[in-house]
């Protein structure tokens, strides 16, 4: 729950740290974030969504772990790890992409975008198998 708060949380906090980062005011800041909740194109409450994508390889990871060990036992690691590498894609794919928006708000021609892309449907899902990967390694180390 907590994670996925934090990745509703964390694209129009990004966009704002990028915003006043770039020299705007906070007025124009809060301007632009309800403006870009407003856009067509790079809408940022469809960015948000899309952010999510990684969590369906956390979702598909559990059931397939469900089906092989027959346990839901101590899923909360898994949970915690996949959240934390889904965060860092989120972060780096927005502070990649709105310093060259703002503060014109002019998008930036091809390839920019494709950050929204490539972020959370290659990078988000590897780096939830690799986070989901290194608590069942630590938890193998720990066990008795």
Known sequence: MTGALLLIVLPP???GIVAIGEGMSLRATVAALVEQYQQQRLNLAVLTAIGFVP???LGVWLLVRRMIWRTWHDAGGYVVAASAATALVVVFMHSEYWPTYLPS???AGFPHGLEF?????VFGPVTVLLAC???GLYRRSRRP
């Open 13 to 15: 906090l990004v966009f």
């Open 55 to 57: 969590l369906v390889v």
């Open 105 to 107: 708000r002019v998008p």
């Open 117 to 121: 892309t490539i972020g959370p449907f």
């Open 133 to 135: 990967v290194g608590v």
